[in-house]
T-cell receptor, first 110, second 112 residues
Framework: QKEVEQNSGPLSVPEGAIASLNCTYS??????FFWYRQYSGKSPELIMS????GDKEDGRFTAQLNKASQYVSLLIRDSQPSDSATYLC??????????FGSGTRLQVQP | NAGVTQTPKFQVLKTGQSMTLQCAQD?????MYWYRQDPGMGLRLIYY???????DKGEVPNGYNVSRLNKREFSLRLESAAPSQTSVYFC???????????FGPGTRLTVT
């Protein structure tokens, strides 16, 4: 079982809709969770971090964490074509480093 | 303030050749990392350096060596390149929050 799992997609949503991206992790001691956005041919950029159960909102982005279910998600409201990218989930698994999922490709249709 | 820089941007090697990928950061970060990214595999940690003078193996260290030259610079060396090392290599450094990483632009390496 992979440590961090994401559906590879593509996830296709119409412009203005809510995009929901999901991630599960296997290590129960994980403490910190991150979402990165990566445009094609570019490096990942951090868009959200979350450390405790519940929701964390930042603009159009909301991260949700449920440690009991070992599940973290990212909601993007009012999706725009510029949100089309690959979204990487990353988890701190105890070392001084992150473990990344393979990413979900999001396509926002104009 | 350039952030994290990497050289070269692109490189083609023949099997058995060696090369060093360079990474530098100007944010006074203690920790630096090398990842490789392959299609469908996400980012995998090769080596990391928690502080100047220390290095540790990550998930996929075989075939690589690293040097933390000083606080700013962290290099990755391929002693004898293999086609399996064809990948995009990213360097990263850690910011004020321990696990908020800033990535360099990447080096696209092809080994023929």
């Amino acid at each position: 079982q992979k440590e961090v799992e994401q559906n590879s997609g593509p996830l296709s949503v119409p412009e203005g809709a809510i995009a929901s991206l999901n991630c599960t992790y296997s290590d129960r001691v994980s403490q910190s969770f991150f979402w990165y956005r990566q445009y094609s041919g570019k490096s990942p950029e951090l868009i959200m971090s979350i450390y405790s159960n519940g929701d964390k909102e930042d603009g159009r982005f909301t991260a949700q964490l449920n440690k009991a279910s070992q599940y973290v998600s990212l909601l993007i409201r009012d999706s725009q074509p510029s949100d089309s990218a690959t979204y990487l989930c990353a988890v701190n698994t105890g070392r001084r480093a992150l473990t990344f999922g393979s990413g979900t490709r999001l396509q926002v249709q104009p | 303030n350039a952030g994290v820089t990497q050289t070269p941007k692109f490189q083609v090697l023949k099997t058995g050749q060696s090369m060093t990928l360079q990474c530098a950061q100007d944010m006074n970060h203690n920790s630096m990392y090398w990842y490789r990214q392959d299609p469908g595999m996400g980012l995998r940690l090769i080596y990391y350096s928690a502080s100047e003078g220390t290095t540790d193996k990550g998930e996929v260290p075989n075939g690589y060596n690293v040097s933390r030259l000083n606080k700013r610079e962290f290099s990755l060396r391929l002693e004898s390149a293999a086609p399996s090392q064809t990948s995009v290599y990213f360097c990263a450094s850690v910011g004020t929050s321990l696990y908020e990483q800033y990535f360099g632009p990447g080096t696209r390496l092809t080994v023929t």
